[in-house]
């Protein structure tokens, strides 16, 4: 892993836009986000978790690997006991995938399944278990029900693309990017009335926008409405909307769990995946409290695979890599926008969790 | 004559096709045409209410659509609407006629109700059932005329760079209108827009100094959506226009002013009410939980409907 990131992190002088955040939901005594291991990450890989050539996991690896990620983070001996330490047989459980990038890349429908097994273990009922994304078209194609018990819900909030009817009126944060009319990004409804915890399934990728996707911009831009605004030419606000979004009660307060699921990845033109050409098996999950922490590993991850691949470096904000819309598509050193994965250090300073590579720590285990 | 008292007009069928297609009309519950000269009396015969009307003394209207242009490169990303309200701001009084090919009939007879302009729609043989449906719909909602609310006076120079100017207040929601001297009643004065000013440059700018906190008017959840607000003291209605050809799931409005009583009027969405209503900092919210083409909704201060 890369020791330190460039100077170009700190991007202190970069222009944050105005936001107001609309929320009448309170802080609980102790936020999910960065939650009860700040600054720490269980970090388990398992060389046969997956098969490189099928990408079909093995469910009986994943279930090691699980209990020794929990277990390790926790120091629990029971992993039971791990999960208990999160949820409780009363709660809705909402659990982010991340299916943007579906089929060729999502939370694996074996992860998630062992997750719902062990949330179920903890007496939580199918009913109170609700596998969740924002857009149908994308989670359709992975076909959860055929991994979890009768009765978990699979739930998506825009059944067609820019419906509102799922998110909550009251709940938004208010910006404007590029003059755009609808200025609100509305929190899905079932964060705040439904859901008592949550948690975050995201995947190792590359994206052309934030620079990763992980922990902080599934659970920001997979809860809110109305995000693909942020973008325009080649200028995003990933950098400081990521973090505004998570900060969000109560979508801070009620994630209380990391889950990143790094049996596959995508080392460049992420969040999509349509072919195999730029995924690599990282074979590794990273489990934690702290969406932060686990980000900024993951950046690491990330812009070491591309070095391998002589792309250019996610931190490279030089225009002269920036090309026609779809040419980052085939060619890992053209960029989209100019990325933006300060975004992680960002969310740090909003106290989401600890973004210092040197206060991180990590229990590196072998399955 | 006072305003309230001005019956709305409904837009009217223009129908060129032959006789013989008289029962394909009745079948669509189609009463009323508009004809070519001359051939009212065989319509007549046929049991229709028809009037002349002449082509060449009515404004053109545009088919009311959306279109994505994808490949072409723009401000935004926002797709471009054909609406006609900017030009019945800009021409009132005048009646307008529309060609409306397959899919468009309804939503201009919408169009033309929402600004209770005289309308002729040339609409599609195909549409005449949803055309007809649409008709009913607009029959049955409230004539009441109301003073048209604005943020902005227009001081309208007649330009082609106004024009442009006008259509994209209007495809922004910045609701405005042409006026014949600045009036300070308007949050904005508008005149001599430069002839080599970028329009849409133009308009955003306009919104930045009027502000979003100051507009009358606000929606979330669509970019295809256009509206139009009257009212008084006591009532406001809002018509909202889907330029879309799909329904609008959850379309949440901003009305500046707080309005305790509501209803809603939402075509193809019978006893549809409003949700998630909402009176705060001095403003009154709701959600359209599903609309199509048009919808009206009716808010009143303090007396009950």
Not at chain 2, 229 to 254: I, P
């Amino acid at each position: 892993m890369a020791a330190a990131a460039p100077a170009a992190l700190a991007a202190d002088d970069r222009k944050v836009p105005k936001y107001r955040v609309v929320s009448h939901y309170q802080p609980a005594t102790q936020p999910g986000m960065p939650g009860p291991y700040p600054g720490q990450a269980a970090s388990v890989h398992a060389e046969k978790c997956i098969d490189e050539s099928t990408e079909k996991p093995d469910p009986a690896v994943v279930r090691e690997m699980v209990a020794r990620g929990m277990r390790a983070l926790t120091g629990d001996a029971d992993v039971r006991d791990a999960w208990a330490r999160f949820i409780t047989p009363a709660d809705v459980v909402g659990i982010k995938v991340n299916c943007s990038g579906a089929p060729g890349i999502m939370a694996s429908p074996v992860v998630v399944a062992e997750i719902v097994r062990n949330l179920m273990a903890v007496g939580v009922k199918p009913d109170s278990i609700w596998i969740y994304e924002r857009f149908e078209e994308q989670i359709e194609t992975v076909h959860y029900d055929r991994y979890v018990p009768e009765g978990v819900h699979i739930w998506t909030a825009e059944t067609s693309r820019g419906s509102k009817e799922s998110y909550d009126p009251a709940t938004y944060v208010e910006t404007t990017f590029f003059d755009e009319e609808d200025t609100r990004s509305n929190m899905i409804r079932l964060v705040g009335s439904r859901f008592t915890k949550i948690v975050n399934v995201p995947n190792m990728k590359d994206h052309g926008a934030s620079g990763v996707t992980g922990c902080l911009k599934n659970i920001a831009y997979g809860n809110f409405s109305n995000v693909a605004r942020s973008h325009s030419g080649s200028v995003t606000n990933t950098y400081s909307f990521i973090g505004t979004l998570a900060a969000v009660e109560p979508l801070r307060s009620r994630t209380v769990l990391q889950v990143m699921d790094g049996l596959r990845g995508v080392w460049h033109g992420g969040p999509f995946s349509p072919s195999r050409k730029f995924r690599f098996y990282p074979k590794r999950m990273l489990f934690g409290t702290d969406p932060v922490a686990i980000d900024r590993l993951l950046l690491d991850i990330i812009d070491d695979k591309r070095k391998a691949e002589h792309a250019v470096s996610v931190w490279d904000r030089s225009a002269k890599y920036l090309g026609a819309p779809g040419d980052h598509q085939n060619n890992p050193s053209v960029n989209e926008f100019v990325r933006e994965p300060g975004h992680i250090q960002y969310a740090g300073r909003l106290g989401l969790g600890v973004y210092e590579l040197d206060k991180i720590k990590v229990a590196n285990i072998e399955v | 004559m006072p305003l309230a008292l001005l019956a709305v007009l409904l837009p009217t069928l223009f129908w060129d096709r032959p006789i013989d297609t008289a029962d394909t009309l009745r079948k669509a519950g189609i009463e009323r045409l508009y004809v070519p000269a001359g051939r009212e009396q065989a319509w007549r015969k046929e049991s229709f209410a028809a009037t002349t009307f002449d082509r060449a003394r009515a404004a053109q209207a545009v088919a009311p659509t959306v279109e994505y242009h994808m490949d072409v490169a723009s401000a935004t990303r926002v797709p471009w609407v054909d609406a006609n309200g900017w030009r019945f701001e800009r021409e009132p009084g005048r009646s307008f006629f529309y060609d409306a090919p397959a899919g468009s009939g309804a939503l201009a007879a919408a169009e033309a109700f929402a600004y209770g302009i005289e309308a002729a729609i040339r609409a599609a043989p195909e549409d005449l059932q949803q055309f007809a449906r649409m008709l009913k719909f607009l029959r049955e909602i409230d004539r009441l005329r109301l003073p048209e609310r604005a943020n902005i006076g227009v001081i309208d120079d007649g330009s082609d760079t106004m024009a442009e100017v006008l259509n994209l207040l209007a495809r922004h929601n910045l609701l405005f209108r042409v006026i014949p001297f600045a009036d300070p009643k308007y949050d904005l004065n508008i005149r001599n827009v430069p002839e080599a000013a970028n329009p849409y440059e133009f308009a955003m700018k306009t919104r930045r100094v009027l502000t979003d906190e100051k507009r009358l008017l606000r929606i979330y959840g669509s970019n295809l959506v256009l509206v139009r607000l009257t009212g008084d003291a006591s009532q406001a209605r809002v018509h909202l226009l889907n330029y879309g050809k799909a329904a609008v799931k959850g379309l949440r409005v901003r009305v500046l002013g707080s309005y305790a009583q509501r209803k809603l009027a939402a075509f193809a969405h019978p006893g549809e009410a409003l949700e998630d209503y909402n009176l705060q900092d001095g403003a009154t919210e709701f959600t359209i939980p599903e609309m199509g083409p048009y919808a009206v909704v009716d808010l009143r201060r303090d007396s009950d409907f």
